[in-house]
């Protein structure tokens, strides 16, 4: 276990349907990554937050919302999805100049 | 804007034989690299890194990785490769000349361990 920890593991969710993934970490880490890993395509980084500041948004579509509320927590807000937007979110933290920490994410499919 | 290439999509390999998954990177400063492994269904696993130092880096389960600034490669190497080593693997960089916190992830290498 690598101390960031994800939930749900799997969400089923309609187009229409409201939903979030939840990122927590107590490793005391400054910085939380959320990640997109689709089938044969790479890992695509999406959001990235310092100190509950968000520091990058990578052109992701407004029905994405991400919130951080505080250093341990990140939340990924989920609204009138695509079924292209299936996949592994993936959550990671950091603190300084050190390695990042993944989750086991979190699989999605929009049905 | 810093990016990673792993040229090779698949990398097959007989059991006990040493094994290198490519990587090479362009960042605009110098690079903070990362290997990590990827098991089915899971996150991944960090393996080793490059900081500053020592170009040869070890890392976990036997595995290291040689910095090279000219080619601005770093491959991911082992001695004897096990069975139990299939998995996807990840290369990664940082560009500390942006002082940003952005990570970005190459597409990936899948490693078969034949036995």
């Known amino acids: 276990e690598t101390g960031v920890t994800q939930t749900p593991r799997h969400l089923v969710m309609g187009m229409t349907n409201k939903k979030s993934l939840k990122c927590e970490q107590h490793?005391?880490?400054?910085?939380m990554y959320w990640y997109k890993q689709s089938a044969k395509k790479p890992l695509e980084l999406m959001f990235v937050?310092?100190?509950?500041?968000?520091?990058e948004n990578n052109s992701v579509p407004s029905r994405f919302s991400p919130e951080c509320p505080n250093s341990s927590h990140l939340f990924l807000h989920l609204h009138t999805l695509q079924p292209e937007d299936s996949a592994l979110y993936l959550c990671?933290?950091?603190?300084?100049?050190?390695?990042?920490?993944f989750g086991q994410g979190t699989r999605l499919t929009v049905v | 804007a810093q990016s990673v290439a792993q040229p090779e999509d698949q990398v097959n390999v007989a059991e006990g034989n040493p094994l290198t998954v490519k990587c090479t990177y362009s960042v605009s400063g110098n690079p903070y690299l990362f290997w990590y492994v990827q098991y089915p269904n899971r996150g991944l696993q960090f393996l080793l890194k490059?900081?500053?130092?020592?170009?040869l880096v070890k890392g976990s389960y036997g595995f290291e990785a040689e910095f090279n600034k000219s080619q601005t490669s770093f491959h991911l190497k082992k001695p004897s490769a096990l069975v139990s080593d299939s998995a996807l693997y990840f290369c990664?960089?940082?560009?500390?000349?942006?002082?940003?916190?952005?990570?970005?992830f190459g597409k990936g290498t899948r490693l078969h361990i034949l036995p």
């Open positions: 490793l005391g880490h400054n910085a």
């Open positions: 990671a933290s950091r603190w300084g100049n050190t390695e990042a920490f």
């Open positions: 990664a960089v940082r560009d500390m000349g942006k002082g940003d916190d952005k990570i970005i």
């Open positions: 490059y900081i500053t130092g020592d170009n």
């Open positions: 937050y310092n100190f509950k500041e968000q520091t």
